[in-house]
């Protein structure tokens, strides 16, 4: 099948000159370098966009902290709630635009742009929205003893904590961008986002309905450019009250200690995963390969939730790598706009580079490949959907993220054997079990070293439930009622009488 039609005000919108989103408006910056944004499908540019200054950094934090001190502290909760529900009625009506500009600038399949980065990304909005209106301190019975019949009660105030600068990689670009400015939004701050540099049209152009949300010039901003300049400038600028950074173990480093030098800055940090899905013996061969398929392929791998360390008991293994190399050999592989295609490209040249050097990696230590390591027919970033064989825990395949279409598999003989496997590891993202026996999961569930598990499933997350990493996989948690304290400071109050 051919790839859809684009929409006019798509073309319209790519053939611009890109800038920052600052104080309400496009703000240019003639004299920075320009950054192809490559259609990754067929490696064609289709858009263009300038990196900020550091003075235009400068500029959208001083707009936001005037906003923040200026207007949004002001705004009533209900109102702040209303104006994102608005801005998610203006996404849903731009639904297919964005969908669209997604899916050309980051290969993400359209039908999962329009499914699950924007129609997931209005549900969170309205998430946040709601919460709105619900945050709130205590108060608190004093238990000291009075000398001179004073009395004292005491009471706690939740107060959004200022202007949060929301760092967001390649992967969902609007989605989890959303996660970041809805939930500080939500509690009263205002926010500078920084896309990653390869997938910054999508917020610019939600920025944009920001505005036309009645969300008032300078709570939304966005700022353009590579993380070692724009994302460093915006960290260390000393009106910045909170980072909240998604992206890989490495770099949410590096941001902390930054985030912790500029003046012990609030953190959240969403890191990677090298995440594991332990299939009990009890699980047949065709649900494991359908479990397989759900956890390791999902938008090429490149979800940070994916799993790519697959346990299956030594009885079924072999089963279930012939059954996932038949069910891999029939998926369709092909163009991000063709509805038809189950399988699009990687998201960037980077990417695919660091892919296909990860199968060169595999193939020289493990030599085994079941399906797969290799690239893909088509001009864009197109590989394999990978299935390796473990020869032990220790294999790079088993130990390094590779945030792409690569599950690899290690037998194991017994369930403890199983568990010590998927707790083997520095990362601590997600996990799935996978079993008949409910009560057998439900115990092994407190075991396992992740901050989300699930059981007969994997990559569901909903608005309520809250996410974040343990181990090096990150600090913080987004979502549920969770988020309200990462955006808030807790500010306890003492009176006499
Ligand atoms: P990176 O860590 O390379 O980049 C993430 C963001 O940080 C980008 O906007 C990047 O900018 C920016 N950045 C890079 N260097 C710095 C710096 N020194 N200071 C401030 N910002 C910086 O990750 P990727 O974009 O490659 O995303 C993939 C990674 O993200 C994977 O490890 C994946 O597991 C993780 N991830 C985690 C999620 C979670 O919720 N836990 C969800 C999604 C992804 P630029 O690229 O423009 O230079």
């Known amino acids: ?39 990754p499908s067929n490696r064609k540019v289709v858009a263009s966009v300038r990196q900020a200054t550091p ?29 994102l529900n608005r801005l998610a009625d203006l996404m849903q009506a731009h639904r297919e635009e964005l969908a669209q500009i997604e899916s050309l600038s980051s290969g993400k399949l359209i039908g999962l742009s329009r499914a699950f980065e924007i129609d997931y990304s209005i549900a969170f909005l309205r998430y946040y929205a709601g919460w709105a209106t619900k945050i ?16 004292y009660t005491g009471f706690t105030l939740r107060q959004p904590i200022g202007v949060v600068a929301g760092i967001v990689p390649w992967n969902f670009s609007i989605m989890i961008a959303v996660w970041k400015f809805g939930s500080a939004l939500a509690c009263g701050c205002t926010a500078v986002i920084k896309p990653s540099e390869f997938t910054p049209l999508t917020m610019l152009r939600v920025a944009e309905l920001a505005l036309e949300a009645g969300i008032p010039p300078g709570v939304l901003n966005i700022v353009n450019g590579n993380g070692r300049t724009v994302g460093t400038a915006l960290i260390a600028h000393p009106k ?33 995963g090298k995440n594991p899905a332990g299939f009990l013996r009890d699980f047949p061969v065709e649900r494991t390969v359908d479990g397989i398929i759900e956890a390791a392929y999902l938008h090429q791998g490149e979800v940070c939730a994916s799993a790519e360390r697959f346990y299956v008991h030594r009885s079924r293994i072999d089963d279930v790598l012939e059954a996932l190399h038949h069910t891999l050999a029939t998926l369709k592989i092909g163009s991000a706009l063709d509805e038809s295609a189950q399988f699009g490209p990687l998201a960037n040249a980077a990417h695919f580079a660091k892919v296909m050097a990860f199968f060169e990696k595999a193939r020289a230590q493990d030599g085994e490949i079941v399906h797969g390591g290799t690239v893909a027919p088509g001009d ?68 396992v070293e992740a901050g989300t598990v699930w059981v007969n499933m994997h990559n569901y997350i909903d608005p309520a439930m809250p996410f974040g990493g343990v181990k090096s996989s990150g600090i913080g948690r987004e979502f549920g009622e969770a988020f309200i304290e990462y955006f808030t400071e807790l500010k306890s109050v003492i009176v006499r009488y």
């Open 380 to 447: 864009g970033f197109f590989v394999q959907p990978t299935a390796i064989p473990a020869r032990s825990q220790a294999d790079t395949i088993m130990t390094e993220e590779t945030f792409g279409p690569v599950a690899s598999f290690l037998a194991y003989d017994d369930e403890e054997e199983m568990l010590h496997y998927m707790n083997d590891t520095h990362f601590g993202l997600t996990a799935s079990i996978w079993t008949n026996d409910l009560s057998k999961a439900l115990r092994f569930v407190p075991r």
């Open 240 to 272: 910045v009250a909170k980072v909240t950074f998604t992206g890989s173990v490495p770099t949410g480093v590096g941001v902390g200690v930054a985030a912790m030098q500029a003046g012990l800055k609030h953190v959240t940090l969403e890191l990677g």
């Open 1 to 39: 099948m051919a790839d859809i039609r684009i929409l006019s005000e798509v073309e319209t919108f790519l053939a611009r000159q890109h800038r920052q989103y600052i104080d309400g408006q496009a703000v240019a910056a003639m004299d920075t370098v320009a950054t192809d944004i490559i259609n």
């Open 55 to 83: 003075a235009q950094v400068q500029h959208a934090v001083a707009s936001a902290h005037e906003a923040f001190t200026g207007v949004w502290q002001q705004t009533s909760a209900a109102r702040r709630g209303e104006l």
């Open 136 to 151: 709130h301190g205590q108060t608190m019975n004093l238990s000291l003893p009075s000398s001179n019949g004073e009395q």
